[in-house]
């Protein structure tokens, strides 16, 4: 299971375009220098179940970065 989420993990971030994986590796970058976040339970469930529906939907557009500016303040 671990390694089918990294692949499909993978597969979003080589079409990130450059502005998305800037704000992407940013992110990247602080949740290694922290302990914790500050993310709540709520948010990393719905990012999961966007991207478990996307997975089975791959039709669709994932939209969990549609909106950079809520997700860094999520994330900051």
Not at 8 to 36: D, G, H, V, Y
Not at 47 to 69: C, G, M, S, V, W
Request: with cysteine; charged share 30%; net charge negative.
């Amino acid at each position: 299971m671990m390694n089918a989420t990294a692949e499909i993990l993978k597969s979003k971030i080589e079409n990130f375009n450059p502005e998305t994986l800037e704000a992407f590796a940013r992110m990247i970058e602080s949740f290694e220098t922290e302990t914790s976040t500050a993310i709540s339970r709520f948010h990393l469930d719905e990012i999961l179940y966007r991207i478990q529906f996307h997975r089975e939907n791959p039709a669709t557009k994932l939209d969990f970065y549609k909106n950079i500016t809520e997700l860094k303040k999520y994330c900051a």
